[in-house]
């Protein structure tokens, strides 16, 4: 990219500080982007809008979408994306109009719009089957992919509202569709994706003991492929599953497993609710000391993200809006002050209890000795009479015939 900056070319100079810019925010490296969107705003507008330059267009603007979209700017990231399918449109390129209609579709999933999501995936499957031919052995690839991002789509309108059955139905039947095709079952990441949707989707209908069957589906092979933040997902899923349904021995094991796996310090939900979890499973098995520490970390998450982020956590993962963590807090640390000071007055009574028990052993041992001592002065005194009585000639005793 850096030698095709230097062509005079234009199409293909705008190309390269386009791929440039989403290469170095991909890789997390540092840019200057006030450098790049000069350069991209100086050269894009010069390239001619010719039948011939709208492929490279397309690529232009599908690229500037994604470095858009990976720093979250979601809304410009769509801006580039509609403008992207409008020269593939133009070109009559079927696999990238397939493309980007996919990629307009999961941006608008990221905002939330999720009815103009279904609509664009929906276009995309049209799409697929009318082009089924033409597109040869990549068709079951798209077909298996678009029908993976509709039945997300449907799952989350029905954990929005899950009162309608309908969504899950939906979503079940699009999920289903890719299980049962046996080609896709060659690539075991995308049928552990499937596995691990279906695991979610179930769990979200309550059922959950069918939703950790497929997870653990998933999660033999997300473990194969060595997919540590499948498993992370995966593990969490299972723990919020089991405690459900008041297994808080598996369900805390599950969750010290996710904590095991996460080793970046990246903050995010799942990892926020899990030490809020694990504070209740261990405030339930009475075991203050865990509770507070699990509480504590929670507190100082929740502490650090922003005032939306808080709401729109409360709101995921239905956690009361009125509850006062501090107080909560409070109460722990409380019930761990009586359970130390409890501590405290057992522990001083036994050291009390063996002061004494020793002080009557050793009491007794002294007057054992002394009694031992005055029991041989007495055996002597006595032996050494007996010797001297003996000693009296019978005859100098005179007793009375009556005594």
Known sequence: MHRLVNTDAVAYKTFAYTAIEYLKTREKQPVDIAFFKDSITKYLPKIGKTPENDTILFDIHIILGNTNKRRGLMKSALLHYIKAENYAIKAKDIERIIKIKGNIA??????NELNEAIYKMKQKDSILEENKERLGAKYLIHKNKTSLNIGAIYA?????????????????YYYNSVLNNNKYKENSYNLGRVYYSLGTLYSL????????????????????NKLQSHLYKGY???GVNYYMV???????????????IKNDTLLDYNYINIHNFLAKIYSNEKKSDSAAYYLNVFLNA???????????????????KEVDFNKKINTL??????KSYYY????????ISLILIIFLVVKNKNEKKKAKKRLEELLIKVSKKEKDFSTISMNTIKIRTEK
């Open 344 to 351: 405290n007055i057992a522990v001083i009574s036994l050291i």
């Open 246 to 260: 008041n297994d808080f021995k598996n369900a805390k094991n599950s969750f010290l497993e996710a904590l095991n």
């Open 333 to 338: 640390n409380t019930n761990i002050s009586k």
């Open 236 to 238: 969490y899923n299972i």
């Open 156 to 172: 989350t309108l029905y954990k929005s509202d899950t009162g309608k059955y309908n969504y899950a139905d939906s979503s079940m």
């Open 205 to 224: 209908k309550k059922d959950y003991t069918k939703g950790n069957l497929f997870l653990e589906k998933s999660l033999k092979i997300f473990e194969e």
């Open 302 to 320: 929740y502490n650090r993200i922003s005032e939306r982020e808080r709401q729109e956590f409360k709101d995921i993962y239905k956690i009361d």
């Open 106 to 111: 999961l941006i608008y999933q990221d905002i």
